[in-house]
């Protein structure tokens, strides 16, 4: 009988999780798994239970909770012999769109049920994991302001994308990768390991959680009708990468810095890191255990 602790943040996104336990004990295979529940209380909290679950040798930890969550329980977690399972409650879910883990609670909790564990690769930005996608610019400007709103969901991000649009400015960026140096002026960087930023919108639809490696999408501005007619249909068709804007790059190290010594707004997993001086990323192959949908992905 495997031991598996289910962390629920009770505020992720714009779902309730009332429901999660009663869901959760008529779904899962009770003679498979001893279970039990936490809720988060405040910010870092689901880092602390997590942590505690692998020193007590929980078998599995699953995050009921967002991208968010999902970062603070997994982050606790790599290169341990725990594995990690997600039932996706937030907005963007991300990660679980990547892994073909599906939205609806009650079908992601039978993919547990199935006990299919593989190893995927996780990144470090900054000393910090990562394990969907990581940004500077533009859209980390973006989820600074969206997260000092309590209002939630799609359009409300939607808002913050207009509005910094026109006012959020391109930066020329140094970059040093893999014995390789370029510059580049750039609206905004995406560091993928997995492929898209969340509500199943790709922005780099080559990565791979299991390819030892992070694709790097940079970005140029473009203009606005360009972009409704050209770059969006793009984006929302999964072939990003083709648009003549975009530079995509594969790395397994990458630094980061302004020419002009500009502090660089970054982004983890959609929440905002702050601004910093310097990004520098690496990836960790296959260092994660997860509770998988048996297919490739």
Same mark, same amino acid.
């Given at each position: 009988?495997?031991?598996? $602790?289910? &962390?629920?943040?009770?505020?992720?996104?714009?779902?309730?999780?009332?429901?999660?336990?009663?869901?959760?004990?008529?779904?899962?295979?009770?003679?498979?798994?001893?279970?039990?529940?936490?809720?988060?209380?405040?910010?870092?909290?689901?880092?602390?239970?997590?942590?505690?679950?692998?020193?007590?040798?929980?078998?599995?930890?699953?995050?009921?909770?967002?991208?968010?969550?999902?970062?603070?329980?997994?982050? =606790?977690?790599?290169?341990?012999?725990?594995?990690?399972?997600?039932?996706?409650?937030?907005?963007?879910?991300?990660?679980?769109?990547?892994?073909?883990?599906?939205?609806?609670?009650?079908?992601?909790?039978?993919?547990?049920?199935?006990?299919?564990? =593989?190893?995927?690769?996780?990144?470090?930005?900054?000393?910090?994991?990562?394990?969907?996608?990581?940004?500077?610019?533009?859209?980390?400007?973006?989820?600074?302001?969206?997260?000092?709103?309590?209002?939630?969901?799609?359009?409300?991000?939607?808002?913050?994308?207009?509005?910094?649009?026109?006012?959020?400015?391109?930066?020329?960026?140094?970059?040093?990768?893999?014995?390789?140096?370029?510059?580049?002026?750039?609206?905004?960087?995406?560091?993928?390991?997995?492929?898209?930023?969340?509500?199943?919108?790709?922005?780099?639809?080559?990565?791979?959680?299991?390819?030892?490696?992070?694709?790097?999408?940079?970005?140029?501005?473009?203009?606005? $009708?360009?972009? $409704?007619?050209?770059?969006?249909?793009?984006?929302?068709?999964?072939?990003?990468?083709?648009?003549?804007?975009?530079?995509?790059?594969?790395? =397994?190290?990458?630094?980061?810095?302004?020419?002009?010594?500009?502090? &660089?707004?970054?982004?983890?997993?959609?929440?905002?890191?702050?601004?910093?001086?310097?990004? =520098?990323?690496?990836? $960790?192959?296959?260092?994660?255990?997860?509770?998988?949908?048996?297919?490739?992905?």
């Amino acid at each position: 009988m495997k031991r598996i $602790l289910f &962390i629920v943040n009770p505020i992720s996104g714009t779902h309730r999780s009332d429901n999660i336990e009663k869901m959760t004990y008529s779904t899962l295979d009770k003679s498979k798994f001893d279970i039990s529940f936490e809720r988060t209380e405040y910010k870092g909290h689901a880092s602390e239970l997590a942590r505690n679950a692998v020193a007590d040798n929980v078998d599995i930890v699953a995050a009921v909770g967002g991208d968010g969550t999902i970062n603070e329980v997994a982050s =606790e977690i790599v290169n341990t012999d725990t594995a990690f399972a997600v039932v996706p409650h937030g907005s963007g879910n991300g990660l679980a769109y990547h892994l073909h883990i599906p939205i609806q609670v009650k079908k992601s909790l039978q993919i547990i049920n199935d006990l299919h564990i =593989e190893p995927i690769d996780t990144c470090q930005v900054n000393g910090r994991s990562f394990f969907s996608i990581a940004g500077i610019g533009f859209d980390a400007k973006v989820a600074y302001d969206f997260d000092k709103d309590v209002r939630r969901g799609f359009q409300n991000y939607l808002k913050y994308i207009l509005k910094n649009f026109f006012t959020y400015k391109s930066v020329d960026y140094l970059l040093n990768y893999d014995g390789k140096q370029q510059n580049v002026d750039a609206f905004f960087i995406t560091f993928a390991n997995s492929s898209q930023w969340g509500y199943n919108v790709k922005i780099a639809p080559k990565a791979s959680v299991q390819d030892g490696k992070v694709d790097v999408c940079i970005t140029q501005r473009p203009k606005f $009708l360009r972009m $409704l007619n050209i770059d969006l249909p793009f984006l929302l068709s999964n072939h990003f990468d083709k648009s003549t804007l975009v530079q995509y790059v594969q790395c =397994e190290h990458i630094q980061v810095t302004s020419q002009n010594n500009e502090s &660089i707004y970054l982004h983890i997993d959609g929440d905002p890191a702050g601004l910093v001086d310097t990004v =520098e990323l690496r990836v $960790l192959p296959l260092s994660l255990k997860m509770v998988l949908p048996k297919i490739k992905f």
